[in-house]
């Protein structure tokens, strides 16, 4: 590391941009609980007060410039203790940019090999689907001829002003050299229902710690945080530094290393990003279709191939009608209240299959069976546009659909266990659950028109043939998202003492 | 209906040839895959080549590489050797000619011969369904489609009939259509020579061991202190898969419904590590030949077949096909049978460290995942009879010809039928 750049924090002059990061003291040496000031507000909450959202790409081509810029935005970044105003920041890292940022190999080797190796890795896109018309080449941003994207910044704001003044008060602590804004993702206002007519967001795991209180049935912190004991009782591999390296003692020190060390991941997790373009009209074209073939209505169609009613309320608990009259039930489950064969909610549907709850092996129906399920959760925190400015690929705008669609996020310890696990083995998978030829109608990858989506009834069953993709990848990358600690260490950067020995 | 066969040939490979052999198995999964016509030899399931690199045993002595071929077959494996000799020998001949005893003007017998004499043996060898043949499995798939087929297109005339009917009229349908008549007559069992002669294995064992079992009780505590000893003693591997390695293993899977495994290793060193390898080993051909033989090892569901053999007496490999990601594998092992795994993988070298041989292990997720991509050798041919069918497809498809095979079914029993499709 060249020994000039240890002083470039100090060309922001965070003083006369309002209230100065404080430098936190020394982590404590020890402590069970969650520090919820040194969690960003994302692993929280999806930010549901604040309805209004920008997502910024930004390329760092100069180190001392990356860590201006985060030195900058550390006093605007939301934590989860500090997640109430009317504005929100968060902050999160390509592994290039990591690198860029000045973080040693030896760190950036300790990250795990999805996040080191990146989301369009030719055999991570294989697995993924991300093929043919979705391969990253042809994606409107994070793919190998886009720029970039080492630094994401979430922006959320309570109102369309708001979200416009935070925007240019975070792009102007953007330096004029060596940092460059590569892509910019607006959101549609944060609404009840998305774009195929749903209410989204329903299901999301409770994490002992996070929101819940430690009760049964909690997903392990460790799922959702790196330095944590995860669902097996065991911490994620995350990158631990030499405690040499952090004589500020900025870090929390890492108690599953064997030599004295610090650990860069704790209160931090990975972010998965995924822009995906949404053919409303088709959907529904097929849903028309398949009512006119199997004699039901279009909108319970919809609903068996999404797997709720537009109101959220479960097939399982409500199997003929949408009932918007009660709150949406979430504490059910599939074979214990008698929703085995899936003639409720079918088997095949996109909320089923992307969490099974008591489906699947071993001993569906028992506690056992949720237990292993609950080692694939995520916190999804993703959120809907009607633009993707970005994509040169969306038809020339005169169809009713041009560009709607979803910026998917959602965060995860183990990117391998979690996100790649459900995308792959739950949602791409057209065996899943001992099914043949039926990937996700939603959301999993298929050759167009070729999968099956069977829709149990008694004594026959439908099955909806020829099943076209809604969906197509416009974009995605997968993040770090550090701990506010762990913000501040890299903000600071190399420095002479902290060279890994 | 046969029974199941395992074929494992190993080959040492000269050093200098190292090179070559790669890239004849390279064409052989590539441009040249049909050379070895394993969809020419009846009752094939699954095939693979694979090389084997060199390597350096805990008391130091180098291995050198070697060429192994592998498959999962039905009826006598002898048979097999024959019919590869013949339909497959230009796949062999490229294949294995650089090994030094190779046959230089190869012909069928020459062959033969010569893979008889480098022919080893199974330690293991777990059957998915025992007595499921792949003419079965295939013809199975075949039915199961047909009458989707069927259903798709006469719902409506269907639906008001009570299930009883409805599968009376499939069964009606199914005896005008040539390619679905098969359904109608139940897969045939097991010769009566071969399941006397399982019945016979399964008493003899017991019979054999019952009156040792108070010395096996009386020794059992002394076994376990050693055990714990060595235990304490173990080094378990700490080192991260190397990610251009992982990148070449993954190039190689995930294109069909199931995946090749492969993982290769020393045993660790030591006469009490070799004994009780031997002993698990046994307990498990025992397990999975007379209990664990119909569609799960001990709750894993999507292991069509798989293997554990000795290459030499310090070296292990074992061999899998299994549907699914490796990831989805490897959960399943932790979630379902650690301490099926710990029984037999903690006699390995660097595995996480056990506790009283079924405890910890493979609960120790990241570091077991971590110790078996680095053990995992790539399978460089691999051939499957039915790329796009899981094992639990076969088996769902087998209960589908179960039932239409009956000629008539109870209204609740036709429901409980009608389900599968």
Request: hydrophobic share 45%; glycine share 12%; net charge neutral.
């Given at each position: 590391m060249a020994p000039t750049r240890s002083a470039a924090p100090h060309r922001v002059?965070?003083?006369?941009?309002?209230?100065?990061?404080?430098?936190?003291?020394?982590?404590?040496?020890?402590?069970?609980?969650?520090?919820?000031?040194?969690?960003?507000?994302?692993?929280?909450?999806?930010?549901?007060?604040?309805?209004e959202a920008v997502f910024l790409g930004l390329r760092v081509d100069d180190g001392a410039a990356g860590r201006a810029l985060l030195a900058g935005l550390l006093p605007l970044v939301t934590s989860m203790a500090a997640d109430h105003?009317?504005?929100?920041?968060?902050?999160?890292?390509?592994?290039?940019?990591?690198?860029?940022?000045?973080?040693?190999?030896?760190?950036?080797?300790?990250?795990?090999?999805?996040?080191?190796?990146?989301?369009?890795?030719?055999?991570?896109?294989?697995?993924?689907?991300?093929?043919?018309?979705?391969?990253?080449?042809?994606?409107?941003?994070?793919?190998p001829t886009n720029p970039r994207v080492d630094v994401l910044l979430l922006l959320y704001a309570a109102s369309d002003v708001e979200l416009r003044t935070h925007t240019e008060a975070v792009r102007r602590l953007v330096p004029a050299d060596g940092v460059e804004e590569v892509v910019t993702l607006p959101t549609a206002t944060l609404a009840q229902r998305d774009h195929l007519g749903f209410a989204d967001g329903i299901s999301q795991p409770t994490v002992a710690g996070l929101h819940g209180e430690g009760a049964d049935g909690d997903v392990a912190l460790g799922e959702f945080l790196l330095g944590y004991p995860n669902a097996y009782g065991t911490r994620t591999g995350r990158p631990l530094l030499p405690a040499a390296a952090d004589p500020g003692r900025l870090l929390f020190p890492a108690p599953d290393a064997g030599t004295p060390s610090v650990d860069l991941g704790r209160n931090g997790t990975y972010l998965v990003a995924r822009t995906f373009a949404l053919d409303v009209t088709a959907f529904w074209d097929h849903a028309h279709r398949w009512a006119a073939r199997t004699g039901l209505p279009a909108e319970q169609v919809a609903a068996k191939m999404v797997g709720r009613w537009p109101s959220g309320t479960s097939l399982t608990i409500s199997p003929d009608r949408d009932d918007q009259a009660h709150p949406v039930d979430n504490a059910f489950r599939y074979h214990r209240d008698g929703d085995a064969l899936g003639l409720g909610c079918p088997i095949a549907a996109h909320a089923r299959r992307a969490n099974p709850r008591d489906s699947l092996d071993p001993r569906p129906g028992s506690e056992a069976s949720v237990r292993v399920n609950d080692r694939h959760r995520l916190l999804r925190r993703g959120r809907q546009y009607d633009v993707l400015p970005c994509d040169q690929d969306a038809g020339d705008g005169t169809e009713a659909d041009a560009g709607r669609g979803l910026h998917f996020l959602c965060v995860n310890a183990n990117l391998s266990r979690q996100f790649e696990f459900v995308q792959h083995t739950w949602l791409n998978n057209p065996a899943f659950a001992g099914l043949q030829d039926s990937p996700d109608p939603i959301a999993g990858a298929h050759a167009p028109d070729s999968g099956v989506f069977p829709l149990p009834a008694e004594p026959v069953r439908h099955r909806l043939l020829d099943l076209p993709r809604f969906v197509r990848v416009r974009g995605g990358g997968y993040f770090f998202l550090p701990g506010v600690r762990a913000l501040h260490y890299l903000a600071s950067g190399p420095s002479a003492d902290r060279r890994t020995p | 209906m046969p029974e199941q066969s395992a074929?494992?040939?190993?080959?040492?490979?000269?050093?200098?040839?190292?090179?070559?052999?790669?890239?004849?198995?390279?064409?052989?999964?590539?441009?040249?895959?049909?050379?070895?016509?394993?969809?020419?030899?009846?009752?094939?399931?699954?095939?693979?080549?694979?090389?084997?690199?060199?390597?350096?045993?805990?008391?130091?002595?180098?291995?050198?590489?070697?060429?192994l071929y592998t498959a999962d077959l039905d009826g006598p494996a002898d048979a097999h050797l024959q019919a590869l000799a013949d339909v497959s020998g230009p796949g062999l001949d490229r294949a294995f000619s650089c090994c030094t005893d190779y046959p230089t003007r190869p012909d069928p017998a020459s062959r033969t011969a010569w893979l008889r004499a480098h022919r080893i043996p199974e330690a293991a060898f777990y059957v998915n369904t025992v007595g499921r043949g792949v003419s079965q499995v295939r013809a199975e798939a075949r039915l199961r489609k047909g009458l989707e087929a069927y259903l798709d297109e006469h719902r409506d005339d269907l639906v008001d009939l009570p299930p009883a009917e409805i599968h009376a009229v499939l069964r009606r349908h199914a005896l005008t259509d040539p390619d679905l008549r098969v359904g109608v007559v139940p897969a045939r069992r097991p010769p009566l020579w071969w399941r006397a002669r399982e019945l016979a294995h399964l008493l003899a064992v017991p019979?054999?061991?019952?009156?040792?079992?108070?010395?096996?009780?009386?020794?059992?505590?002394?076994?376990?202190?050693?055990?714990l000893i060595h235990e304490l003693r173990d080094v378990p591997d700490r080192q991260r898969p190397d990610p251009v390695a992982v990148e070449r293993l993954r190039a190689g899977e995930d294109h069909v419904a199931h995946n090749p495994f492969a993982a290769v290793g020393f045993l660790k060193p030591g006469p009490f590590r070799a004994a009780l390898t031997r002993t698990v080993l046994f307990a498990i051909s025992y397990a999975v030949r007379h209990v664990l033989n119909r569609g799960s090892l001990a709750g894993v569901t999507t292991i069509h077949f798989a293997r554990w053999v000795y290459l030499s007496p310090e070296r292990m490999i074992f061999l899998s096909s299994y549907d699914g990601s490796l990831e989805s594998y490897?959960?399943?092992?932790?979630?379902?049978?650690?301490?099926?795994?710990?029984?037999?993988?903690?006699?390995?070298?660097?595995?996480?460290?056990?506790?009283?041989?079924?405890?910890?292990?493979?609960?120790?997720?990241?570091?077991?995942k971590n110790h078996l991509r680095t053990r995992q050798a790539l399978s460089h041919v691999w051939w499957s009879a039915y790329e796009d069918l899981t094992a639990l497809n076969a088996r769902s498809n087998a209960a589908i010809r179960r039932g239409l095979a009956r000629r008539t079914l109870s209204d609740d029993e036709a429901r409980d039928w009608l389900a599968l499709l």
């Open positions: 002059d965070r003083g006369a941009r309002g209230p100065a990061a404080p430098a936190p003291g020394p982590a404590p040496r020890s402590g069970r609980g969650v520090d919820r000031a040194d969690v960003q507000g994302i692993v929280g909450s999806g930010y549901g007060r604040l309805p105003g009317t504005r929100a920041l968060n902050v999160a890292l390509g592994h290039r940019g990591l690198a860029r940022l000045g973080l040693p190999q030896a760190a950036l080797d300790q990250f795990s090999l999805e996040f080191t190796g990146g989301m369009t890795t030719p055999t991570r896109s294989a697995f993924l689907g991300d093929e043919g018309e979705h391969a990253p080449s042809t994606w409107a941003w994070g793919g | 074929v494992t040939v190993l080959a040492p490979l000269p050093a200098e040839h190292h090179d070559r052999a790669a890239t004849a198995l390279a064409d052989l999964a590539g441009p040249d895959r049909a050379v070895p016509a394993f969809d020419r030899l009846a009752g094939l399931h699954f095939a693979r080549l694979m090389l084997l690199d060199d390597a350096v045993s805990p008391s130091g002595t180098r291995v050198g590489p070697s060429l019979a054999v061991l019952l009156p040792l079992l108070p010395v096996i009780l009386l020794a059992l505590p002394f076994v376990a202190v050693v055990l490897m959960d399943d092992f932790i979630d379902k049978v650690a301490w099926g795994l710990n029984a037999i993988f903690s006699n390995g070298l660097g595995y996480p460290r056990t506790i009283l041989l079924l405890w910890r292990g493979a609960r120790d997720e990241e570091q077991f």
